[in-house]
């Protein structure tokens, strides 16, 4: 039997529509399920939508709508949106999903018949784009330490989640699991801020305004909309639902991916809460950093936002998904330029990678009239050296990809491919051909192939379309490249006939009019 791998993503606010960075953090997520899905496992990836709170029924009433046809227009958005940008997910939710709602209050029911739950009142200062209270010490600078916007002082009668019961519990867990929180200086962070001076209770609910799911016990309050939100990744599964087959199936998660902002949240309280039900916890939280721009943060008014469509719709889903997978890093922002976009497409994707298909299609054609000769006899030391390389930067992709490391790994792939560009001209074909030693050009041509072969298998979790048009133009069935047989030697069949007039995967871009062009479109023009 497979294992299973589930992996989600945040559920975000649909506020408006999403820029790259939105679209990135959905991008990775489905690039890991990719992988875990092409190494053998039984993946389920879950997304969807964070569709209560105050801020929605702000939104809605700017747009002269009910909270529930404005969510109900933005969540048709976003799903056309993943499927432009060929994001396989298996679950999508929205939390104003009727299964979800009735879950969400079981729950709490649950939090209140352990005493995990108390009334009181609250006061502190409210940030209102962050749905968050925060102590007079949390604040930076006056102003809210999550987004650095004005904070109001506000005082209303609530209920409590009782934290302070669980923080021994959830330093020991930090102990005896110091990988459960990755890269290591989010978790210091948390730490830093929240857990060693102590935790403050949680406030869970709200009687201000009214677009939330309601207290079960007490319905003129409605729920915090991040015990809400959090809740998404059982609720999804079936938890607390007639069926619960597929959380029984799936949870714990294998992976959480959540933005470094909102790590708090995923590490501190969704621990305590799934400890207080008794259930087990994920088994891994992986906080990325942010994509920004030179001027900082993107933002509409400063006219520097990226949106994804404008990328794909000029230069193609796969490009603008290998370019925000490559950009980023484990743990650092990084920043967006068009230049780079643009220098990144030329030399990565149409020199590097488009070039090396279109050569090898080109020679195959030239010297053996459009079939993959067969030749695993011959070694030269160039021979050699490919495959060494192929074995150890395999070795090193998968070991990156294990642990999240992405971007590393597509640098992995990519000194392979240099290194097959490089086997080219070590080998020198041409001079092979007119010196007649047909054996050794066949040998050339076959580890072309095979290189390209394994490259196809290698970019399915990054570029899944660009992997099949290689195979497509080399004339491989797609079942006969595959990670169980990535290794291997023997697996293109002989008289394998591959196109004949090969169409290049990346058409060269001319820098300046592209940057000029993704520039206009930062600016909305
Ligand atoms: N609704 C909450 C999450 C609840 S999860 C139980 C939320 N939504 S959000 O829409 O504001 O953000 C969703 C995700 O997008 C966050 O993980 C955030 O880090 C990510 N990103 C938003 N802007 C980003 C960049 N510029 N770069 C990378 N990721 C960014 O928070």
């Known amino acids: 039997m497979k294992e299973k791998f589930y992996i989600t993503t945040p559920i975000f606010y649909p506020s408006g529509r999403f820029h790259i960075g939105t679209a990135y953090c959905v991008v990775l997520t489905d690039c ?17 939508l964070d569709e209560h709170g105050k801020k929605m ?48 209050q079981k729950i709490v029911q649950k939090f209140l018949d352990n005493g995990d739950i108390y009334k009181g009142e609250y006061e502190g200062w409210y940030c209102m784009p962050c749905e968050n209270y925060f102590t007079e010490t949390q604040l930076v600078d006056g102003k809210c330490p999550d987004c650095g916007r004005e904070v109001k002082k506000m005082k209303e009668e609530s209920y409590f989640f009782n934290m302070k019961k669980y923080e021994g519990w959830l330093k020991d867990f930090y102990k005896e699991n110091p990988e459960f929180l990755v890269p290591e200086s989010k978790k210091n962070e948390i730490f830093k801020n929240f857990i060693d001076p102590g935790l403050e209770d949680l406030c869970i609910s709200r009687c201000t305004f009214d677009w939330g799911i309601k207290m079960p016990n007490d319905p003129k309050h409605v729920l915090y909309v991040w015990l809400d939100a959090l809740t998404n990744y059982i609720t999804a599964l079936g938890y607390m639902s007639d069926d619960d087959t597929l959380f029984k199936k799936y949870w714990p998660a294998d992976v959480h991916i959540v933005g470094k902002e909102i790590i708090r949240f995923h590490g501190i309280y969704w621990p305590i809460f799934l400890h207080a039900l008794g259930l087990e916890l994920p088994k891994k939280l992986y906080a990325h950093s942010w994509i920004v721009m030179k001027d900082g943060k993107m933002s509409k008014s400063v006219g520097n936002v990226v949106y994804p469509e404008d990328l794909i719709s000029r230069y193609g889903v796969d490009s603008t998904k290998y370019y925000l997978l490559r950009l980023m890093g484990f743990s650092q922002d990084s920043v967006f330029t068009p230049e780079d976009f643009v220098l990144r497409y030329n030399s990565d994707l149409a020199n590097d990678l488009g070039n090396l298909l279109n050569r090898t299609i080109g020679m195959i054609n030239k ?52 290194r097959t560009n490089k086997y080219i001209d070590e080998t020198a074909p041409w ?15 076959f580890n072309l192939a095979e290189s390209l072969r394994k490259v196809a298998i290698l970019l399915t979790p990054y570029m899944p379309n660009t992997s099949k048009e290689i195979l497509s133009q080399l004339g491989i069935d797609e079942k006969d490249a595959n990670w169980d047989n990535l290794l291997d030697y023997d697996v293109i069949k002989p008289n394998t006939k591959i196109i004949s007039q090969g169409k290049p995967l990346f058409v060269r871009l001319d820098q300046n009019e592209e940057v000029e062009y993704i520039k206009s479109v930062m600016k909305g023009k």
């Open 57 to 104: 029924e702000t939104k809605a009433a700017e747009n002269g709508v009910t909270p529930k046809e404005f969510v109900d227009k933005m969540a048709k958005q976003a799903q056309d949106l993943w499927k432009l940008m060929d994001i396989g997910y298996d679950g999508f939710i929205r939390t104003t999903d009727e299964k979800h709602v009735k879950a969400v």
């Open 431 to 445: 001079i092979l051909s007119k010196e007649e030693k047909i054996e050794e050009l066949k040998a050339v041509m």
């Open 32 to 48: 890991i399920r990719r992988y875990k899905k092409a190494r053998g496992y039984d993946t389920f990836m879950l997304t969807g």
């Open 367 to 418: 010297y053996f009239n459009g079939i993959i000769p067969t030749n695993l006899e011959t070694k030269t030391e160039f021979d050699e050296d490919l495959r060494n390389t192929a074995k150890e930067q395999i070795s090193k992709l998968e070991k990156h990809m294990d642990n999240l490391y992405v971007s590393d790994a597509i640098q992995d792939l990519w000194k392979y491919i240099a």
